[in-house]
Every structure is written in C-alpha cells, then in structure tokens.
C-alpha cells in the first residue's frame, strides 16, 4: 500500500475523557489521505483500550503503546513510524476542524519554499473562548521567536524532508518547553507561514502539562531565549533575561527600575539586531513596539504612571501609526480594570 500524503502525529496519556471526540474529529476530515499515528505513552486510565478499539473502526488509525518515556520521547518513536510526505501535529484532548488537512496541504501546494505551516486556534473547555493568533508572515515570525512561540504546536503541519536534519526531532531532555525549543532551530533552516484561519479548538483544562510545570516552562524558556540571543552576540545575564521576559509579556515589572530596566534592553537588542540583521528592521521594531506595550500594560502598581512611561518611549505606538490609538485605549483599560480589580478585593 503507498504512503498517505499526510500522517497525524498524536501523543496520548491519560486522555480517555476527551480522545473519543479527537479521533472523531478526525475522522470528519474533508481531507481523506491521512494515517494516525496514535502513542500511548503509558496511559494508566482507559486512552490505550479506547485507541485499540477505535483502531478496528478506523484502519487509519495505528496504535503504538509504550511504557512511560515523556512527551518527546512519545514524539520521536512517532514519528520514526510516520510515512506521509507531510506530518501534521494534534493532541488527544484537541478538535480538528474539518477541513484543518485540506487547507494545510492546499497552502503547501501553494507555497513550495514553506517547510512549516501553523494556524490560529480557538480554546475550549476551561475559561472563557479565545481566538489565539500568530504572525502569518516568515519575517513577521522570525522576529516573534525572539520572544514566545510563534506557532501553536497541536495545529502544526511539517514537510517530512524539511525536519530530517534534526534528529530526535523533539530534545528529550526538555520537558515542558519541547516546541519553542524546536521553532526556536527550525526558523532558521526552513520557511514558514501560519494561516490566518481558526483549524483547531484548543482545551484547556487543569491536567495540561504545561499548566502544572511553571518553573520547569520558566526555566526552559530562558534555556531558549539564551540561545536565541547569542544569534544576535548578545550572552545574556540573569536581570537581562528578567528584563527580555518583560518586553515577552510572560514577567511583570515590580518596580519602576525593572521597567527601566526593559526599556534599556529593548534598545540594546535593537542595535544588536541593526548590526547582524536578522530581522528585518521595520519587523524587528513593531515587535518591540508590541513588547513595550506588554511590560506597560503588565507592570505593578508601583511603577508609578504607567501610561507617562509608556508614551515617553521611543517604542511607543506613534501617533501616525493606524493601531496606536487602539493600543492607548486597550492599555488604559486594562489598567483601570486592573485598578478596579484592587478595590474590590481591599
């Protein structure tokens, strides 16, 4: 029997209450030459009995079982078994939307040069409903992966050719943080494109790993953002990745020095950027922009006057720019709801 064109990567564990509706998303693909590649990563709830049973429904489904290794290690025996000539990404407790296939290989007939394809999400489950965007162009996602994951890994798609250098694919010894580890390599080797369209709901729940593995995310994270920063000669400090952690909306400044402190970093990254230019400097510079707006809007109460800082920068939203009114008003809101907040809780 050929090889189908795409194989669907899907680790498994303990995610028998929510497989039965991924597979079945699957199946309702409009998009039909596709296998799965299901890994049971040593389930001790009922996903292993509920994959081999959907398997005698589905003969596109194949089931790996395994003891205990990880998510990688999962990841990497998958993938060893994949034969199509794309690998697209999903976990047991998302939803594939119908045509999430279709349209990932119809873009990839589209654009020959793209090694990696992402999209946008839609959450589900826990909290309110989002609609989670990423950066679309290459340029656009080269100058993100400096500071998060410019993709969402459970809707990503790769050509197989384009991530044979890489082997394992996903570094075992990374336990939380294994996709910006790898996008942080595979920008840099292959193009790649997020489409604008919403191709998965996303659950959160209180069981994700990297929801219960804080440190372990922080700890990787700056591991990611070292390495990332030494492409622009830049071997960054502690207080600089503190700093570079700001400008990434994933730290608050506590003090008004800390928020100087990023306002410092933001121009020393800038210039180490005009020297090597990796990032095309209108890109490199409305992501600074966006990063300066995160530490305003995040900061603590005792940074003093939020929005007198945040326009004084150079990094500020010009007045001529067509989102920067809309940024001042999200900014001003968000910190009056922040305030009110407080009151309410005094």
């Known amino acids: ?20 509706d991924a597979l ?17 990563d040593g389930s001790t709830d009922g996903s292993g009995n509920l994959l081999v049973e959907a398997a005698k429904k589905w003969p596109w489904l194949h089931v790996i079982r395994q003891a205990n290794k990880g998510m990688a290690n999962g990841l990497n025996h998958g993938l060893s078994q994949c034969r199509g000539e794309f690998v697209a990404r999903m976990d047991a407790d998302d939803i594939a939307h119908p045509k999430r296939l279709e349209k990932q290989i119809s873009a990839f007939s589209a654009n020959p040069q793209i090694g990696m394809l992402g999209a946008s999400i839609r959450t589900i489950g826990a909290g309110a409903r989002q609609k989670w965007q990423y950066p679309t ?46 996008w942080s390599d595979l920008v840099w080797r292959t193009e790649c ?59 608050q400044a506590a003090s008004a020095d800390e928020l100087r402190a990023a306002a410092v970093w933001a121009d020393r990254i800038e210039q180490a950027n005009t020297a090597r230019l990796l990032v095309q400097e209108d890109q490199w510079t409305r992501e600074l922009q966006r990063g300066w707006y995160l530490a305003c809007r995040n ?33 001003i809101l968000f910190r009056l709801r922040r305030t009110h907040q407080r009151q309410l809780l005094a």
């Open 137 to 182: 162009g290459y340029g656009e996602i080269r100058a993100r992966i400096f500071f998060s994951s410019p993709f969402a890994h459970p809707v990503v798609m790769f050509r197989r050719d384009a991530i044979a250098f890489r082997q394992p694919l996903y570094r075992e010894n990374i336990i939380v943080a294994q996709d910006y580890e790898l």
């Open 1 to 20: 029997m050929p090889p189908k064109t795409v194989s669907v990567l899907l680790p498994v564990y303990n995610m028998e209450r929510f497989l039965g």
């Open 24 to 40: 079945a998303s699957l199946a309702a693909q409009t998009f039909k030459d596709f296998e799965v590649i299901a890994v049971d």
């Open 299 to 331: 900061a603590a109460p005792q940074c003093g006057n939020i929005l007198n800082i945040y326009r004084k920068s150079r990094f500020c939203y010009k007045p001529n720019s067509r989102i920067a009114a809309g940024r001042l008003l999200r900014l």
């Open 193 to 251: 494109m997020n489409l604008p369209d919403v191709l998965l709901d996303y659950r959160r729940h209180g069981e994700q790993l990297s929801a219960s593995k804080n440190a372990t995310m922080e700890r990787e994270t700056n591991l990611v953002w070292t390495i990332l920063l030494q492409k622009l000669g830049l071997d960054a400090r502690a207080d600089e990745l503190t700093a570079h952690g700001i400008l990434a909306g994933r730290k």
